[in-house]
């Protein structure tokens, strides 16, 4: 998984692709490269590292000149990470240079086909076979860059979206796609390609997002010309206007994305909910229920399949699904899931949760679902991603973007939706009384107030932070409704300040994980007011007096805990299948400001990337 840029137009490419670049990394950013066409000759520079690295070894060079460009921000599939296997790749006689990101499966029969006829290899990448792929085509065949790219693709097997551009023609850029994202950002005279529309939003809101299976041939003056890959039929680009604006992408005044993204959590919860509930009258309308309810409220049970934080979000679904909408409601890692032979009825409905909507192994769970008759409903935050697509219905979160690597907003937001989901489930199956239902609308109103309640406690998280930001380990412990937040605090925490830390269900603690406890353990233990309290306050016990340190999430006034624990950090009183939309925000501060403090870089992670496009 990479991020791709490119440039054709009127104004100098490097600037456009440098920043569109930097916008990207949150795809990957082990090491980066830029090609541009200067007028006479291609001009290449790429290495490992960041994008910032690749900046000062430009500004070295002075071959930031041209009109025409492409740019890579890698995470390596193939090949660690060194200045060589870094894109964008040459081909063999130096006309023809590509950016890729995805995998080609099938490049090592491929390479071998090639070698044979004479070409070598640079690289250990499977990008540089598919350039020379493509230039052997151009030779054989005695076709033009489009239709080469067009008979090359269909010889390979996997995953691309592509950029590539001919130094004999340099007027045009050829792109491509299938199982990674390509949006062509369509200017005046002028066009940018890209992984998402954040490179090139301050240039133009007109985007085409390619379908998978189709190609774009962009030429300076003629425009966008789009085919399906597999027969060349033409398509009629869809040119839509976006409606996401630059301030939205870049930090705002924060020092992290991650803050800020957890400080618009507000707001994207009530983005989420606009329009689709109408308090006063009692009303959820969400088109991609209402159009498909009997499916829904005829279903033998709900299957969630999702990844990392979108599988906890899932799993607080299950509680909420189960607990207001009385459906059986199974969670499953999309992962495990594609390849274990489930069973899976034609009356199951499989919600498959994403905030990119390109995780492939989500994907891959969907399609399988989809072949095995079920109806299958998204919940993406990416508009135009390719799980947003491949699903038969589906809603998004309206979280905006989300660049910091550690999930935030996309969690609360996924869970707003879920709740919308079961509420009119409930609603539609009678199993909620109108006074009840109508309880819960005010209530979900209400909790962008108490996100921004519970966000006032920072200085407090951050004091409770600089305690115990020099721990080896530490166990996150909740119960029911805060099972799922104690495994998302957890993963935060490890994912981010590369603390170890285990979520468990509290009842569980004594089964095993209570052997870990002694003065040097932190525990945090969400004990709110609700579900089973008094239960975690015996849980609490334990936990002291085996001399663990204790963090409370605890309600406000709260006393009871407040006399047992260390410390507590309070959120406001709400109904109990919302506290996870509370709870789970000191969480996300205390990961943010101990990573902080440990000065780890908090938005990009070791060893991760944002969008999981690789199985
Ligand atoms: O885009 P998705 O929601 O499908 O991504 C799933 C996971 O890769 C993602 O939630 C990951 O676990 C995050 N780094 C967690 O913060």
Known sequence: MCGIVGYIGHREAYPIVLKGLKRLEYRGYDSAGIALYDGEEIKLSKTKGKVADLETRLENEIATKGTVGIGHTRWATHGVPNDVNSHPHYSNSGNLVIIHNGIIENYEPLRQELTNRGYTFTSETDTEVLVNLIEDVKTKEKVKLGKAVQIALNQTVGAYAIAVFDRNKPDEIVVARLGSPLAIGVGENEYFVASDASPFIEYTNNAIYLEDGEMAIIRRKKGVKVRKIKDDKQVDPYVQELKMNLEQ????????FMLKEIYEQPNAISDTYRGRMRVSDGIIKMAGIDDHIEKFTNARRILIIACGTSWHAGLVGEYIFEDLARIPVEVEYASEFRYRNPVIY???????????????????????????????????????????????????????????????????????????????????????????????????????????????????????????????????????????????????????SYIHAEGYPAAEMKHGPIALIDEQM???????????????????????SRKGKIIGIVTEGDVTVKGLADHVIEIPETMESMTPLLTTIPLQLLSYHIAVMLNKNVDQPRNLAKSVTVE
């Open 249 to 256: 992408i870049e930090k705002g005044g924060y020092d992290h």
């Open 346 to 496: 034609q009356d199951d409905v499989v919600i498959a949760i994403s905030q990119s909507g390109e995780t492939a192994d989500t994907m891959a769970a969907i399609k399988l679902a989809k072949e095995k008759g079920a109806f299958v409903f998204g919940i993406c935050n990416v508009v135009g991603s390719s799980i947003s697509r491949e699903t038969h219905a589906g809603a998004y979160t309206h979280a905006g973007p989300e660049i910091g690597v550690a999930s935030t907003k996309a969690f609360t937001t996924q869970i707003t939706v879920l709740t919308l989901i079961a509420l009119q489930l409930a609603k539609k199956k009678g199993v909620i009384s109108t006074p009840d239902f109508h309880a819960h609308l005010q209530e979900l109103e209400r909790i962008p107030e108490k996100v921004a309640k519970a966000l006032e406690s920072n200085e407090h998280i951050k004091e409770v932070a600089d305690i115990y930001k020099e721990a080896s380990n530490c166990l996150y412990l909740g119960r029911g409704f805060n099972f799922p937040v104690a495994l998302e605090g957890a993963l935060k925490l490890k994912e981010i």
């Open 522 to 544: 932190p525990v945090i233990v969400i004990a709110t007011k609700k579900g089973h309290y008094d239960k975690v306050v015996s849980n609490i016990q334990e936990i002291k």
